[in-house]
Nanobody, 124 residues
Framework: QVQLVESGGGLVQAGGSLRLSCAAS????????MGWFRQAPGKEREFVAR????????AYTDSVKGRFTISRDNAKNTVYLQMSSLKPEDTAVYYC?????????????????WGQGTQVTVSS
């Protein structure tokens, strides 16, 4: 069983930055592709970013391209989401997730393990 714990959320003004971290409790962290998802009140959980096992490949939803950067440190069993130029519409609970499958997927249902989420609130 893999446990994921997010941190780094908070309240920030529009245009500001935050860095989210997600620590994994597994010795096989590099076996998992990792993703970040978010869920705003009354909306479905949506894909934000994904990083491959080695960190060589990344993908982003269009609304965050150029503003968010996903990265990972396999030696520290941690994945990060650097968020810049934040907008009020980025307000949501952000979740990290681990995907053991070899097929790239951006669907939440494809991910095997989830953190508890961290709140990000962007004020205008």
């Amino acid at each position: 069983q893999v446990q994921l714990v997010e941190s780094g959320g908070g309240l920030v003004q529009a245009g500001g930055s935050l860095r989210l971290s997600c620590a994994a409790s597994t010795r096989t962290f590099s076996s998992y592709a990792m993703g970040w998802f978010r869920q705003a009140p009354g909306k479905e959980r949506e894909f934000v970013a994904r990083i491959s096992r080695s960190g060589a490949n990344t993908a982003y939803t269009d609304s965050v391209k150029g503003r968010f950067t996903i990265s990972r440190d396999n030696a520290k069993n941690t994945v990060y989401l650097q968020m810049s130029s934040l907008k009020p519409e980025d307000t949501a609970v952000y979740y990290c997730a681990g995907d053991a499958a070899r097929v790239v997927s951006y669907r939440a249902s494809s991910y095997d393990y989830w953190g508890q989420g961290t709140q990000v609130t962007v004020s205008s």
